[in-house]
């Protein structure tokens, strides 16, 4: 699948990015909502996997800029946030196709696989 | 008496909201440690990836030792002595240089002569440096090589005397900016949110060590570079020595 991932932390960005890659993925990695967006512009992604806690622009600003267009409006996103309380509501998530909240410190790298390789739609 | 209990109630008003921004920092190199440690395919060899949880866990633990020594600090009256701000910098790039590498920034020294030595407490000057280059540093980094930062340590004569800083923070680095994080920093959990995504402690530890400095931390330029700075006073009976 393609992944984009929306992280500020290069070091951090370059751990999941490897993890990613080991599991088949091919990933993007972006540090900022707005190249984000302008990847996803270029390269519809299959999952997006994002941070809310970003500089400049948040996450969630990204995800309602994400969900504005018609063609994005089926990827899935999971977040993976060092926010520990959700920072978005039920009905937001659900609003917003956040198909998963993880607390960062709490989710190891096979937890995150897992999660992103359940959506790997059916051949 | 009420402003003996006033002071009080500010200095740990400043301490938990320092002790909160910190417990939020330190999120970022331990999930660093915990997730490198996880990762079974790692391009790095064992001996590599060792190295960088060792260093990760060393500016991790200086931090809570700056952390720790702010709280000192503002509670007790520094003893001062004659500091080279030269060495003093040069020993900080030496010690940020593998965290910079890391990050893919450049480190960049520029001292001006005939600015020292000043008067300061020499381990709180070092890790005010150190907290806030780590920040400018995690700051400062790029998706692409081309798009990383220069983050220049630097000292120069100013019309207040000297002054040292950290330099390469964006041209939205604002002195509005600044005082909005300085009031919101513990209680936000980005109070910097155009210089770093994370709680920037650094700069706030380094401000409360320089504050109990009678140097608080302000934006300046140099090199046509935005960054936080500090000033201090020269000591002219000790340049004839």
């Known amino acids: ?123 | 008496m009420a402003d003996l209990i006033c002071e009080r109630t500010d200095l740990s008003d400043a301490n938990e909201r320092l002790w909160l921004a910190l417990a939020d920092q330190l999120k970022l190199p331990l999930t660093q440690i915990a997730r490198r440690a996880e990762l079974e395919d790692s391009k790095e060899s064992a001996a590599e990836s060792l190295l960088n949880i060792q260093q990760t866990a060393g500016l991790a633990l200086k931090l809570i030792d700056s952390y720790a020594l702010s709280v000192w600090a503002r509670q007790t009256k520094l003893a001062f002595e004659p500091v080279s701000l030269a060495a003093m910098l040069r020993d900080t790039a030496d010690e940020l240089e593998p965290l910079a590498k890391r990050y893919g920034c450049r480190l960049r020294l520029a001292v001006a002569r005939k600015c020292e030595p000043v008067m300061a407490h020499s381990q709180a000057l070092s890790a005010a440096f150190l907290s806030l280059g780590q920040v400018f540093i995690e700051a400062g980094s790029g998706e692409a090589p081309g798009q990383n930062r220069v983050i220049t340590l630097g000292s120069y004569r100013s019309k207040d005397g000297i002054t040292v800083g950290v330099f390469g923070g964006g041209d939205q680095l604002t002195k509005g900016i600044y005082q909005r994080a300085r009031l919101l920093y513990g209680r936000a959990r980005q109070p910097f949110t155009t210089l770093t995504a994370a709680s920037a402690t650094g700069v706030f530890v380094a401000d409360s060590l320089l504050g109990a400095m009678s140097a608080p931390l302000y934006v300046a330029s140099h090199q046509k570079s935005k960054g936080l700075a500090a000033n201090f006073l020269i000591s002219h009976q000790l340049r004839l020595v």
């Open chain 1, 1 to 123: 699948m393609n992944v984009l991932l929306v992280e500020p932390d290069k070091i951090l960005a370059g751990i999941y990015q490897q993890a990613l890659v080991g599991a088949g993925h091919s990933v993007v990695w972006k540090q900022s909502a707005e190249s984000a967006v302008h990847s996803a512009d270029s390269q519809t992604p299959d999952v997006v996997v994002l941070e809310l806690q970003l500089a400049e622009h948040s996450g969630v600003e990204f995800l309602y800029e994400f969900r504005s267009y018609a063609e994005w409006l089926e990827v899935p996103v999971v977040v993976l946030s060092r926010v520990a309380e959700r920072a978005l509501s039920g009905t937001q998530q659900l609003q917003l196709g956040v198909v998963a909240y993880l607390y960062k410190p709490r989710t190891t790298l096979q937890n995150l696989l897992r999660t992103v390789n359940q959506l790997r739609k059916p051949a």
